[in-house]
């Protein structure tokens, strides 16, 4: 049967070698478990524990198992007294634990900065990952305070050294662009109209959201500006970069000012472009379906059936035949009645008329009249791509709608825009 990759490493942690053994020889049962709980935690974690609540009970169970001893004699161990202190030399001398001096210190730094902080981790992570470090390694664990100083002093080197990387792909037309975001033009600043809620969906919000991407492509940011940086430090940047205002940007260097606004800008023009996507899908679902309702309460109102029809119509035949030459007002009305004279109309359209018909008439209607504002400036801001050759058509229909854009163009030839392929034959 094949182990679990987890139980095995968990294993190796908590088993005791022969040297490990001899160690252990001649001291009474609870300081056998007691030295031997401590071993094993150093060997895993880097540092000893402070009382048997750091410990898993199944570790102390797998010690006891193996020294003959009940793991309930832990409970009477003596962590911080003379024993436990004691035992704790004796660890550090049979596993040749070396001191954090400034040898220890240069190394431990360099693994910070080339290894460890590049994969951003969570604070939990780094946490395990340090102790994982000194375990390995062998070197004893400075204290907190001094411990906290270098991981401090190491974050900061690393983030300086990414707003490092990112300041020195700006060229100075860039950096003059980023800076103008945070001018106030006694409407604001660009930067707080960037930062804000789109708001309810409707035209003034389109164009509003459209004003935003055209910004943020007027900026001529690379489009390679943050490869090759962990995604969580993008992240990390860019949430830094939202909690201030233009005011506290205004008050950094321009090391730190000019590459947060990179890391904010970059992602920013990505939500505004996904934004626009879903707007373009929902505009377009809802011309359809507002059509399709329009038409519904249209049919509904129309489709009631005139009672009698054979009768009202022989009535409005012989009035006609009877006064040929007479007035419908003063002949056919009287016959029959202008109300039900209508209501036999709509009837007849409701059962003449196609339905796919009437919806695209009430589309065409509705798109002319309010979306015809909206939809080519939409159009227009998003670039459409597909590796597909069956969608070329479209995107060439696309293309031809994107350049003539701002012409006022109502209709296209069909030598201008490929019609099949693009257009549905109903």
């Keep these: 049967m094949r182990r679990d990759g987890a139980a095995e490493e968990f294993d190796e942690v908590w088993t005791l070698d022969q040297a490990d053994f001899a160690l252990v020889a001649g001291l ?3 300081g056998k478990l007691g030295l031997a709980a401590q071993l094993a935690h150093w060997r895993a974690q880097g540092r000893f524990p402070d009382d048997e609540a750091d410990l898993p009970p199944a570790a102390v169970g797998r010690l006891a198992a193996q020294l003959g001893i009940g793991a309930d004699a832990l409970e009477t161990y003596d962590w911080s007294g003379r024993t436990g202190r ?30 460890l902080l590049p994969r951003e981790p969570s604070p939990s992570v780094l946490e395990a990952e340090v102790s994982g470090w000194f375990a390995r390694e062998r070197v004893g664990r400075p204290g907190a305070w001094r411990l906290d100083r270098i991981l401090r002093s190491a974050r900061t080197a690393h983030d300086d050294a990414a707003l490092r990387h990112v300041g020195d792909r700006l060229d100075a037309g860039a950096r003059e662009r980023l800076d103008a975001l945070l001018a106030d033009d006694g409407a604001g600043t660009a930067f707080a109209r960037l930062a804000a809620d789109p708001g309810r969906v409707g035209l003034e919000s389109l164009l509003a959201e459209i004003d935003k991407l ?19 430090l993008v992240r990390r940047f860019r949430r830094r970069a939202a909690v201030e205002t233009a005011w506290e940007l205004r008050r950094h260097p321009d090391r730190i000012r000019l590459p947060l606004l990179a890391f904010w800008c970059v992602p920013r023009e990505a939500e505004v472009v996904d934004g626009l996507v879903e707007l373009l899908i929902g505009v377009t679902h809802r011309i359809t379906v507002k059509a399709e309702r329009r038409v519904l309460e249209e049919l509904m109102e129309e ?104 012409e006022g163009r109502q209709y296209f030839g069909v030598d201008e825009v490929a019609v099949e392929g693009v257009i549905r034959p109903k």
């Design 28 to 30: 009474p049962g609870v």
């Design 86 to 115: 004691r035992h704790r030399r004796l660890i550090l001398d049979h596993l040749a634990v070396a001191d954090f001096g400034d040898a220890a210190e240069a190394r431990f730094r360099r693994w910070l900065a080339e290894e």
């Design 214 to 232: 055209e910004r943020l492509r007027a900026l001529g940011l690379p489009r390679d500006l943050l490869r090759g940086l962990h995604p969580g």
């Design 303 to 406: 489709a009631v059936e005139v009672r009698g029809k054979a009768g009202i119509l022989f009535r409005v035949a012989e009035a006609a035949v009877g006064a040929p030459e007479g007035v419908v007002r003063e002949v056919i009305f009287p016959a029959a009645g202008q109300g039900t004279l209508e209501a036999l109309a709509r009837e007849a359209r409701a059962l003449g008329v196609p339905h796919s018909r009437r919806v695209h008439s009430a589309v065409r209607a509705s798109y002319g009249s309010y979306y015809r504002r909206m939809m080519p400036r939409l159009l227009a801001a998003l670039d459409f791509r597909s590796n597909n050759g069956a969608h070329r058509p479209l995107l060439d229909a696309l293309g031809v709608i994107r350049r003539a854009e701002g």
